[in-house]
Antibody, heavy 121, light 107 residues
Framework: EVQLEQTGAEVKEPGATVKISCRFS????????IHWVQQAPGKGLEWLGL????????VYAERFQGRVTMTADTSGDTAYMELRSLTSEDTAVYFC??????????????WGQGALVIVSS | EIVLTQSPDFQSVTPKEKVTITCRAS??????LHWYQQKPDQSPKLLIK???QSFSGVPSRFSGSRSGTDFTLTINGLEAEDAATYYC?????????FGQGTKLEIK
């Protein structure tokens, strides 16, 4: 059974950078994409992007392009999401989620428990 | 970018009722539409994949269907534990997009 374990809550000042980790277990890491999803307080789900751990390639949502970097460490089966130049609007829970890479998949499952990032001075 | 529009945004329902939530795609996405349930302070849980395929372990009262670019999540015989927000997600293209969510309140 695939499981994703995320780092705990972080408090950052405006302008800072946050890096969240997502540890993968239960299957072969490189057989999955790892997606990142943002959920601001009381709001819906917004897709930030994905990383392909096998090839080290990432695709980002246009809104976050230039401010986000997604990477994966295949030696530790861990994905990372770094978000720079934080503002109060980045206060949110950030989820990682796995997608099995085949021609007949596409859904995201499972999800990590979420990592709360609070941006405040 | 494919826009997914859910309706309604909010619904207050009584137990044992039949509930339908709709997700309309802005362009053709085939059946590449998945449904999630999210309860407060929890991560989303997959209910239905590819429009109508039930995911493992999901109660049989949850079902999905498709008509063109309109997708429907149906809950037959609502239970109190179904109070949650429901989201649709498309996987036909990048960027992936979610519907805005439908919050179900149990009376």
């Amino acid at each position: 059974e695939v499981q994703l374990e995320q780092t705990g809550a972080e408090v950052k000042e405006p302008g800072a950078t946050v890096k969240i980790s997502c540890r993968f277990s239960g299957s072969t890491f490189i057989d999955y994409y790892i997606h990142w999803v943002q959920q601001a307080p009381g709001k819906g789900l917004e897709w930030l992007g994905l990383v392909d751990p096998e090839h080290g390639e990432a695709v980002y949502a246009e809104r976050f392009q230039g401010r986000v970097t997604m990477t994966a460490d295949t030696s530790g089966d861990t994905a990372y999401m770094e978000l720079r130049s934080l503002t109060s609007e980045d206060t949110a829970v950030y989820f990682c989620a796995a997608e099995l890479i085949t021609e007949t998949t596409g859904w995201l499952d499972p999800w990590g428990q979420g990592a709360l990032v609070i941006v405040s001075s | 970018e494919i826009v997914l529009t859910q309706s309604p945004d909010f619904q207050s329902v009584t137990p044992k009722e039949k509930v339908t939530i709709t997700c309309r795609a802005s362009q053709s996405i085939g059946s590449s539409l998945h449904w999630y349930q999210q309860k407060p302070d929890q991560s989303p849980k997959l209910l239905i994949k590819f429009a109508s395929q039930s995911f493992s372990g999901v109660p049989s009262r949850f079902s999905g269907s498709r008509s063109g670019t309109d997708f429907t999540l149906t809950i037959n015989g609502l239970e109190a534990e179904d109070a949650a927000t429901y989201y649709c997600l498309q996987s036909i293209s990048l960027p992936r997009t979610f519907g805005q969510g439908t919050k179900l309140e149990i009376k």
